[in-house]
């Protein structure tokens, strides 16, 4: 399995905002996460980093 972990940045350090994060859907502003598990969860930012070898996602506010 190759699931990825969201984090957002806040205050200068990553925040985990999802877990085996399966799907990401850009719309704008916004980015729609889905879990392995079917949990969703929409976060307005950008991406900053797409780590594939850690399996993590790092998104920045706008």
Known sequence: MCEAHAFIVE???????????DLVEFEG???KLVNIFGEQK???GRLKVYDNAKSKIVFEPL
């Open 29 to 31: 502003d916004q980015a």
């Open 11 to 21: 205050n200068g350090e990553e925040k985990k905002i999802m877990e085996n994060v």
């Open 42 to 44: 929409v976060i307005t």
